[in-house]
Every structure is written in C-alpha cells, then in structure tokens.
C-alpha cells in the first residue's frame, strides 16, 4: 500500500513558477517508479513526467519539456515537480502517481500506476 499527498499547487500568473511536492509513505520510497500527471476542466487525464526508482531516468511529456522538472529524494520519501515558464494552458488538477508493479520502471499511460494522489490545482492565469 502506498499513500500519496500533493502539496504546492496554487494560482500564478504567465511565466510564473510552482514547484508541486508529493509525500508518500508506506511502502519503501525507493523500491517504486512515481510520476506526475494533470487533467484540465473538460479533458483527459494526461501524463505529465515520470521518474525511475532511484531517480536516475527520467521522461517527460513532450508539451513539458523543458519547462518542467521531476526529481525525487528518496531520504525524504517526496517527489518533486518544478514547474517553470507556466502558461494557461497548464491549468490543471496534478495528481502524483506511483507504480510498484513494474520493477521500478515508470510508463506513461495512466493503467500503469498503482497508486493516485488527490490531486492540487494549478491555474495560471494569462
């Protein structure tokens, strides 16, 4: 079992910056793959970025790129989302995802992790 909690979400405008934090706790942090991923009002839910187990792979979708960085301290059993040059359209609610079925490797589709967050919202106003 794992328990995942957003924090970090909030209004900004255009160009501005957030960086979203995710908590887990349960199972080890570091035996599992953890991601990001976001669904804006009246679309589906997207994948955003995905970091391996020990942190050292890394994919991002490719709107992000760039923009955006996931990391991961596995000491503080937290992964990270810095989000940088922010534009509308990635309003959003973020969920934080993690996987403990795939050997610690991330996917991108939404079937491949076990376990979501609620969720933080994210609006950047223009």
């Known amino acids: 079992q794992v328990h995942l909690v957003e924090s970090g979400g909030g209004s900004v405008q255009a160009g501005g910056s957030l960086r979203l934090s995710c908590a887990a706790s349960?199972?080890?942090?570091?035996?599992?793959?953890v991601g990001w991923f976001r669904q804006a009002p009246g679309k589906e839910r997207e994948f955003v970025a995905a970091?391996?187990?020990?942190?050292?792979?890394?994919l991002y979708a490719q709107f992000v790129k760039g923009r955006f960085t996931i990391s991961r301290d596995n000491a503080k059993n937290t992964v990270y989302l810095q989000m940088n040059s922010l534009q509308s359209e990635d309003t959003a609610v973020y969920y934080c995802?993690?996987?403990?079925?795939?050997?610690?490797?991330?996917?991108?589709?939404?079937?491949?992790?076990?376990?979501w967050g609620q969720g933080t919202e994210v609006t950047v106003s223009s």
């Open positions: 349960g199972r080890t942090f570091s035996s599992y793959a």
């Open positions: 995802v993690a996987d403990v079925s795939h050997g610690g490797y991330y996917g991108t589709s939404a079937g491949w992790y076990d376990y």
């Open positions: 970091i391996s187990r020990n942190g050292g792979s890394t």
